[in-house]
């Protein structure tokens, strides 16, 4: 199965440390505007989604949104959310931690698009 969304075991290893501390999360990829365009994490429901957000999927057992016109132009890649040495954005809850979340992309097969719909 194909998933728009998925995440490598540095992040992973990150949202555990993250839950024990914060209970359970959420994710929204910004749109660009006061921290760039990074995926930032909240304490679930901390962050109101609405109508203009997509589900992309789940990482780490945490729900991914991103806004839809954001969508349009990322549909046909699979985001890979990782973790770097640095500060994240300020809204972020891994900011204390030295690192920050940060999304890479590859572009899906046709065979992966077609399989997504």
């Known amino acids: 199965m194909v998933e728009r969304v998925i995440a490598t075991d540095a992040a992973l290893a990150l949202i555990a440390r993250l839950k024990v501390k914060h209970g359970d999360l959420m994710f929204h990829q910004s749109g660009g505007c006061c921290d760039g365009s990074a995926p930032m994490c909240y304490a679930l429901g901390e962050f109101l989604v609405g109508d203009a957000d997509v ?63």
């Open 55 to 117: 589900l992309l999927g789940h990482v780490g057992g945490c729900p991914f949104y991103m806004g839809r016109a954001q969508f349009k132009y990322w549909r046909h890649t699979q985001l890979i959310i990782d973790v770097v040495p640095g500060r994240g954005g300020m809204f972020s809850l891994e900011g204390p931690e030295g690192l920050r979340f940060l999304t890479r992309s590859r572009v899906f097969s046709d065979a992966e698009a077609a399989e997504l719909g």
